[in-house]
């Protein structure tokens, strides 16, 4: 069976029980993983890749190998490769799966942006909310500089983007109201404020 075909198989609520085990602490990003899984739901693997996943199963320990340093075609079109009497259930390897996919970014998109930026200089606190400031206020954004200034100097603040993966079927706007409500476990006693923006890609064919 191959990693496509093993997704295919399995629904993201199945195996998000699996999945909160592996990243205790980090429940407010579950909503990330449900977009990759949404992605590769509808992503075709590579036809020409041929390549293998290991998993490892010692009791209470399980280790995938091959999984996270790939594109995600490649990685779709992996076979994986299961120890003798292994007791694992699809769900459960599923979620190992897109945990393990997702190392370096939640997308194809992110991937590549994350490899980069791994290579470059660290941004410094104030230089990276300068970065989000001049992101939100590009032209023909409602947005001015005079709005979000006061982001400079914020103790505390999270950045969280939401993509509304529908692979045409369903409500985009319904779609991130579920990532919202139903996939993400956000602690807001340290909010006070919240910045929203939407920005919404047309097709133009």
Not at 41 to 48: A, I, L
Not at 122 to 151: C, H, N, W
Not at 172 to 193: E, F, G, P, V
Request: aromatic letters at 12%; one cysteine or more; glycine letters at 4%.
């Amino acid at each position: 069976m191959t990693v496509k075909e093993l997704i295919m198989e399995v629904g993201f609520d199945d195996l998000l029980p699996y999945l909160k085990e592996i990243i205790v602490g980090h429940f407010d990003n579950i909503y990330a993983f449900r977009e990759a899984y949404d992605i590769l739901r509808d992503m075709q693997p590579n036809p020409e890749f041929v390549g293998k996943v290991w998993i490892e199963q010692e009791e209470n320990w399980i280790s995938i190998q091959s999984l996270d340093a790939d594109f995600w075609e490649n990685e779709l079109a992996k076979e994986l490769v299961l120890p003798q009497n292994a007791t694992l259930s699809k769900e459960e390897i599923a979620a190992h799966c897109i945990y393990d996919i997702t190392f370096y970014g939640f997308s194809p998109a992110e991937r590549i942006e994350n490899f980069w930026k791994s290579h470059a200089p660290i941004q410094s606190k104030i230089e990276r909310r300068k970065s989000i400031i001049q992101e939100l206020t590009v032209p023909g954004s409602s947005f001015m500089y005079k709005d979000l200034a006061y982001l400079l100097e914020v103790e505390y603040g999270t950045q969280y983007d939401y993509h509304s993966i529908v692979n045409g079927q369903g409500n985009r706007l319904a779609y991130i109201t579920a990532s919202m409500t139903k996939y993400q476990q956000l602690d807001i006693s340290r909010y006070n404020n919240a910045i929203v923006c939407i920005r919404v890609l047309l097709n133009t064919r």
